[in-house]
C-alpha cells in the first residue's frame, strides 16, 4: 500500500564516501520532492523536479546532487558525506492540494 | 517573505483533553495552503489536515480540526479527545510558490506534543 517507497530506512556511510539515497512513488505525480530533516528542525528542501525540470534551491550545497530517470523515480547523491549530513532525508510527491503531499518513511543517514 | 511560525516548542497534555497547536503565517500571495502533519518517532510525515486559503469553512477530519482565522493569519491545529498514541511532533506547513513557479511546502520548527495517561 505504501506509495513513496524509500530505500535504505538507516544508511550508514563513511566520511567522504559517495552514497546515493532512493524514492519511489505509485502514484504518478508529476513533482518530486527531497528535503532533509536534522535532529529537531524543521524538514528543508534540497531540490525538486517537476516532470524533468529540476529545481535546485539556492542554498542547497553542491555537494547534493539529484537524478530522476522516470516519473516513478528520484534518487538523491551526496557526493562527499560529511559529518554535517547526517540527518533524515525525506521524500515526497503531491497530486491536488488536498491530497496533501505524501511522504515516505525516509532514509535516516549516518555518517561515520 | 513567506514565513511560518509555531510558537510552542513543547506540550504537555493530559489524555482525552483537547488540544490546541498554534500556527502562524505571512504571505503576500492571495492563494496559498496550510498543512498539518504529525512526525511520530519513527520519523515519516502523515498528513493530517489541509486548509485552503479561499476556503470558506474550517477544515476537519476526524478528530482534528482547524481554527482557520485569515485574517490574524492563523490556523491552529485542534485534536480533540487526545489519545497516547497522538504523542509526536507536529509541523504547520504552507505552500507557497517557488522562484521557479511551481509550488513547494515551507515548514514551521514544530511543536513536540506529550499526551500523558
Known amino acids: 500500500d505504501a506509495m513513496v517507497i524509500q530505500n535504505p530506512r538507516y544508511q550508514v556511510t563513511q566520511f567522504g564516501k559517495p552514497v546515493t539515497l532512493s524514492c519511489s512513488q505509485t502514484?504518478?505525480?508529476?513533482?518530486m520532492y527531497w528535503y532533509q530533516q536534522k535532529s529537531s528542525q524543521a524538514p528543508k528542501l534540497l531540490f525538486h523536479?517537476?516532470?524533468?525540470?529540476?529545481?535546485n534551491e539556492a542554498d542547497t550545497p553542491d555537494n547534493f546532487q539529484s537524478r530522476r530517470p522516470n516519473t516513478s523515480f528520484c534518487f538523491l547523491d551526496i557526493r562527499s558525506p560529511g559529518l554535517g549530513d547526517a540527518a533524515m532525508y525525506l521524500c515526497?510527491?503531491?497530486?491536488?492540494?488536498?491530497?496533501?503531499?505524501?511522504f515516505g518513511s525516509g532514509t535516516r543517514l549516518t555518517v561515520v | 517573505a513567506q514565513k511560518i511560525t509555531q510558537t510552542q516548542p513543547g506540550m504537555f497534555v493530559q489524555e482525552k483533553e483537547a488540544v490546541t497547536l498554534d500556527c502562524t503565517y505571512d504571505?503576500?500571495?492571495?492563494?496559498?495552503?496550510l498543512f498539518w502533519y504529525k512526525q511520530p518517532s519513527s520519523g515519516e510525515m502523515i498528513f493530517l489536515i489541509y486548509?485552503?486559503?479561499?476556503?470558506?469553512q474550517n477544515a476537519t477530519e476526524g478528530r482534528y480540526s482547524l481554527n482557520f482565522q485569515k485574517a490574524r493569519k492563523s490556523a491552529n491545529l485542534v485534536i480533540s479527545a487526545s489519545q497516547l498514541g497522538d504523542s509526536a511532533m507536529y509541523f504547520c506547513?504552507?505552500?507557497?510558490?517557488?522562484?521557479?513557479?511551481?509550488?513547494?511546502?515551507?515548514f514551521g520548527t514544530g511543536t513536540r506534543l506529550t499526551i500523558i495517561p
Open positions: 502514484l504518478n505525480h508529476n513533482v
Open positions: 506547513a504552507m505552500r507557497v510558490i517557488s522562484n521557479f513557479g511551481n509550488e513547494k511546502l515551507t
Open positions: 486548509q485552503g486559503s479561499y476556503d470558506q
Open positions: 515526497a510527491t503531491t497530486g491536488t492540494a488536498r491530497d496533501g503531499y505524501t
Open positions: 504571505t503576500s500571495d492571495p492563494s496559498y495552503g
Open positions: 523536479y517537476y516532470d524533468k525540470d529540476f529545481n
